[in-house]
T-cell receptor
Framework: SQTIHQWPATLVQPVGSPLSLECTVEGTSNPNLYWYRQAAGRGLQLLFYSVGIGQISSEVPQNLSASRPQDRQFILSSKKLLLSDSGFYLC??????????????FGPGTRLTVT | GIQVEQSPPDLILQEGANSTLRCNFSDSVNNLQWFHQNPWGQLINLFYIPSGTKQNGRLSATTVATERYSLLYISSSQTTDSGVYFCAVSSYRGSTLGRLYFGRGTQLTVWP
C-alpha cells in the first residue's frame, strides 16, 4: 500500500531564515505531487505541483520554491521566510491511471510558525 | 478556477443526531472528494465520488454531477466525528493536472 510522509511535523523559524520541508511517497511510482497551504480560516491553496522529476509548476507567486530531485520526493523551500509564510503545509499525491486516477491522498502536514 | 461552496459553515449536534452537509460547485468535474480534517490537521479521505452514491458505515455521500452538488450524510453522530469536513473538486479543464479546489469546510461539533 502507499504511504506519504512529511517532516518535520512542526517547525518554528525566525523571519529571514531558510526553510526546507520534505515530502516522500512510498509504494507507487511516477505520481503527481502537490504542495498545498492551509492558512487560518480553513481554506487550502495549491502552491506547487509536479508531474515528474525536475518538472515543477507554480500556482501562486511568492517567496517559496519547490523541487523534485527524485521520483517520489518533493521539497518545499524558501531562502528567507516571511511572517506571512506561517501556516499548515500539506503534501499530496495522486496516481497516473488506475481505477480512481484523480483521487488525491494527503500527508500528515507540517505546521510552520514564523516568528 | 472552480468555485466550491459548502454549507453550513458550522454545525453543532448532540451525539446520536443525523446531519447533512452540502457542497455546490460551479463547473463540470472529473473528481469530487470529501475529507475529514482531524484535530491534528490530517486530511482523511472519506469518499471519492465524482458521481453517484456511496456508503461507508455511518457515512454516505451522493453527487449529482448534472446539477453540480454533492451531499455528505452522517448518521448517529459520535463525538469522534467532530472536526472540519471539506469538499474538493477538480475540473475537466486542465484535467492532466488534477488540481483540487477546496471549499471552506463545515466545522462539525458533536456534544456527548
Amino acid at each position: 500500500s502507499q504511504t506519504i510522509h512529511q517532516w518535520p511535523a512542526t517547525l518554528v523559524q525566525p523571519v529571514g531564515s531558510p526553510l526546507s520541508l520534505e515530502c516522500t511517497v512510498e509504494g507507487t511510482s511516477n505520481p503527481n505531487l502537490y504542495w498545498y497551504r492551509q492558512a487560518a480560516g480553513r481554506g487550502l491553496q495549491l502552491l506547487f505541483y509536479s508531474v515528474g522529476i525536475g518538472q515543477i509548476s507554480s500556482e501562486v507567486p511568492q517567496n517559496l520554491s519547490a523541487s523534485r530531485p527524485q521520483d517520489r520526493q518533493f521539497i518545499l523551500s524558501s531562502k528567507k521566510l516571511l511572517l506571512s509564510d506561517s501556516g499548515f503545509y500539506l503534501c499530496a499525491w495522486r496516481p497516473k491511471g488506475g481505477q480512481s486516477p484523480y483521487e488525491q491522498y494527503f500527508g500528515p502536514g507540517t505546521r510552520l510558525t514564523v516568528t | 478556477g472552480i468555485q466550491v461552496e459548502q454549507s453550513p459553515p458550522d454545525l453543532i449536534l448532540q451525539e446520536g443526531a443525523n446531519s447533512t452537509l452540502r457542497c455546490n460547485f460551479s463547473d463540470s468535474v472529473n473528481n469530487l472528494q470529501w475529507f475529514h480534517q482531524n484535530p491534528w490537521g490530517q486530511l482523511i479521505n472519506l469518499f471519492y465520488i465524482p458521481s453517484g452514491t456511496k456508503q461507508n458505515g455511518r457515512l454516505s455521500a451522493t453527487t449529482v454531477a448534472t446539477e453540480r452538488y454533492s451531499l455528505l450524510y452522517i448518521s448517529s453522530s459520535q463525538t469522534t466525528d467532530s472536526g472540519v469536513y471539506f469538499c474538493a473538486v477538480s475540473s475537466y479543464r486542465g484535467s492532466t493536472l488534477g488540481r483540487l479546489y477546496f471549499g471552506r469546510g463545515t466545522q462539525l461539533t458533536v456534544w456527548p
